[in-house]
């Protein structure tokens, strides 16, 4: 092969060698990016999970259900964000923070009603109890004492509800923790142990609601 055939041949095959070198460092470039991009939601969600999970549930305020219902909310929409990424490249990674955020949206929006619920009970059963004490015997005295033992048991049944459905998937939430750990290969966002208190304190403050109402079922309204 002479010199003048071989200098274009050779300049040719860079060009070939780079634009592959190029598409490689680009598609290299654009997988981290987006590996990034579904961690930093995970990491955001797990942020507000942290604590909302560090919240007493025995007596929730109003402004913890609030920003509860937020955290739920902000889940939702990460949710959507990460569905929009490119999964090419880091399917089992994206799959790994969709289970996440999933998760963790359902974890949030339950503990918001649970909480709700909560201090709804807490509400009616204290209306109740003072009721009870103002006895009058009168007709009207009687119908709103049996309208209050109603409402009582409605918040109950809501409470219970909700706050079943949220031991659940805490009971669950460790294999996604887990999961998302092994697949980025980072430490689990949220910790097992947290999430563990946050469990037992959820069922303590459900038996002792539990308890209040049995209570008040006790309670005996005379016609």
Do not use: C
């Not at 909480?115 to 109890?129: M, P, Y």
């Not at 709103?144 to 409470?159: F, H, L, M, T």
């Amino acid at each position: 092969m002479t010199t003048g055939l071989r200098t274009p041949l050779i300049a040719a095959l860079a060009l070939v060698v780079a634009a592959v070198l190029g598409y490689w460092a680009y598609g290299f470039h654009k997988k981290s990016g987006v590996a990034k991009e579904g961690m930093a939601l995970a990491q955001e969600t797990g942020r507000h999970l942290q604590e909302a999970l560090n919240t007493d549930p025995g007596r929730p305020s109003t402004e913890s259900v609030q920003a509860i219902t937020e955290y739920a909310a902000a889940a939702g929409r990460n949710l959507e964000t990460l569905k929009r990424l490119d999964a090419a490249g880091n399917q089992a990674l994206l799959d790994a923070v969709d289970d996440y955020l999933l998760t963790s949206r359902e974890i949030l929006g339950r503990q918001a009603a649970a909480f709700r619920f909560r201090r709804q009970l807490l509400t009616s059963t204290q209306a109740l109890r003072a009721h009870m004490r103002a006895d009058n015997h009168t007709g009207a005295w009687v119908r709103e004492a049996v309208q209050g033992k109603e409402r009582v048991e409605k918040d109950y049944r809501d409470y219970l509800g909700a706050a079943e459905a949220l031991d659940k998937l805490l009971e669950s939430f460790p294999a996604s923790l887990a999961k998302l750990a092994s697949r980025s290969g980072t430490a689990p966002l949220v910790d097992a142990k947290l999430v563990a208190e946050a469990r037992k304190r959820s069922n303590a403050a459900l038996q002792q609601a539990t308890d209040e109402v049995e209570k008040i079922r006790q309670f005996t309204v005379r016609r």
